[in-house]
């Protein structure tokens, strides 16, 4: 596809339940980010990859979120025994490179809106 | 700790308005600013700034960077009922070790275009 992509959009999970977010990076793409996106906020960073590597996961706020990509192309997040306070948007972006002009662009999926009740 | 500030937090204008919106950080390591245009869905690029003073432009829009006052501005000429969303600035880090990959985000400006 011409762009990132996630599933599912929306998600209701019940306390305590696990849930897994996947994400679809733009084909070619290096790098790979997650972010939380709570209501009224700006993205916060959570964790990223550069291929399969997860360089970075200082943003993840527990034990409970873990994240992958294993073949350096799709990536999950997956937060176990959900609590209400991750209810947020989790937003996904790919870009070529992490730093380098234009190729460090970041491009955004459209988000996968979880709601823990 | 990074900071990312943008004001107003929302504004409403008319169309055919011209409204600047602002973004000023505390980074360290500063390596660029980048506008995102988010509606509901996912943010959308619109600019990514690395030197001071030269102005990018499209179309509508233009932003700049001033990096001796840590600024950045994004200007919106003729208003459109189209532009009512909220953008977002947001600064990305040169390396120093773990917690230098992401971009930190401010808020956004929620900017309301009435007919």
């Known amino acids: 596809g011409a762009g990132v992509s996630q599933s599912p959009r929306y998600k209701v999970a019940k306390r305590g339940q696990d849930v897994a977010l996947r994400c679809d990076p733009i084909?070619?793409?290096?790098?790979l980010f997650w972010y939380q996106q709570a209501l009224g906020q700006g993205p916060e960073f959570l964790t990223y990859?550069?291929?399969?590597?997860?360089?970075?996961k200082s943003g993840l706020p527990s034990d409970r979120f873990f994240a992958e990509r294993p073949e350096g192309s799709v990536s999950t997040l997956k937060i176990q025994r959900t609590q209400q306070e991750d209810s947020a948007v989790y937003l996904c972006?790919?870009?070529?490179?992490?730093?380098?002009?234009?190729?460090?662009?970041?491009?955004f999926g459209p988000g996968t809106r979880l709601l823990v009740l | 700790e990074d900071k990312v500030v943008q004001s107003p937090l929302s504004l409403v204008v008319h169309e055919g308005d011209t409204v600047t919106l602002n973004c000023s950080y505390e980074?360290?390591?500063?390596?660029?600013l980048l506008w995102y245009k988010q509606e509901k869905k996912a943010p959308t690029f619109l600019f990514m700034l690395?030197?001071?003073?030269i102005e990018k432009k499209s179309g509508r829009l233009s932003s700049i960077l001033d990096k001796k006052e840590l600024f950045s501005i994004l200007n919106i000429t003729a208003t459109q009922t189209g532009d009512s969303a909220i953008y977002l600035c947001?600064?990305?880090?040169?390396?120093?070790?773990?917690?230098?990959?992401?971009?930190?985000f401010g808020k956004g400006t929620k900017l309301s275009v009435i007919p």
């Open positions: 972006a790919s870009s070529l490179v992490w730093a380098g002009g234009p190729r460090e662009t970041q491009y």
């Open positions: 084909s070619g793409h290096v790098s």
């Open positions: 990859f550069q291929n399969e590597a997860q360089l970075d």
């Open positions: 980074v360290t390591n500063f390596r660029s």
């Open positions: 690395t030197s001071s003073g």
């Open positions: 947001a600064v990305g880090k040169k390396y120093s070790g773990a917690g230098s990959y992401q971009l930190t």
